[in-house]
């Protein structure tokens, strides 16, 4: 797991830790000194920690204007003994919320696994982003990560599955990643975003 870094070509772009409104601000990462662990497993420093101990981040991009952000996650997501959306949302999606962000492209290629706990935390960031016609779109997460959040609804609280499943992000700049996105989510819900 140490060799799979963040996604790092859209740098040129956006980096979260030059960015004051993001929750990264000013973070300093270590090119070779490997400390964080997901389990017994060393990870890639560049990733960000959430306060979780088994999933990690990277605020890939954020667009104030478009108000959307794309996060790469590693791990594995637990709510059961870590309760990692509690934390994510606490630690991450608050503090780009408040800052206009209502649109969420989540990239969860390297989670492992998912584990549940309860949907409250999945119930408030939907309700709150859907206020303002946003939405939470899981791309490439893997099959039965999907089908262990579809066993118990989270599928209602998110945007995911057929061509969000199997998309070539990494040779699409970021915004137009949002746009084949918005226009899969838009087509889904009804709506022009």
């Known amino acids: 797991m140490h060799t799979l870094e963040p996604y790092y070509a859209w740098r040129n772009h956006y980096v979260a830790s030059e960015d004051s409104k993001s929750p990264f601000f000013e973070r300093v990462y270590s090119e070779f000194e490997y400390s964080t662990k997901v389990y017994n497993f060393y990870i890639h420093p560049q990733w960000d920690t959430i306060q979780s101990q088994t999933l990690f981040c990277k605020v890939l991009f ?76 899981l791309l490439n997460f893997r099959e039965h990560v999907i089908a262990d959040m579809q066993s118990i609804d989270l599928d209602s609280y998110f945007v995911l599955g057929g061509e969000l499943s199997e998309l070539g992000w990494r040779t699409l700049s970021p915004a137009h990643l949002y746009e084949r996105v918005n226009d899969c989510v838009s087509h889904r819900l009804g709506f022009i975003g």
């Open 62 to 137: 954020v667009d104030y204007d478009e108000r959307f952000a794309i996060l790469e996650f590693i791990g594995e997501w637990n709510d059961c003994l870590y309760n990692d959306i509690m934390q994510l949302k606490r630690e991450v999606i608050d503090v780009l919320q408040a800052e206009g962000i209502h649109r969420f492209i989540l990239i969860g290629e390297n989670v492992l696994n998912f584990h549940f706990s309860d949907d409250c935390y999945y119930e408030e960031w939907f309700e709150e982003v859907t206020e303002d016609d946003g939405w939470i779109a």
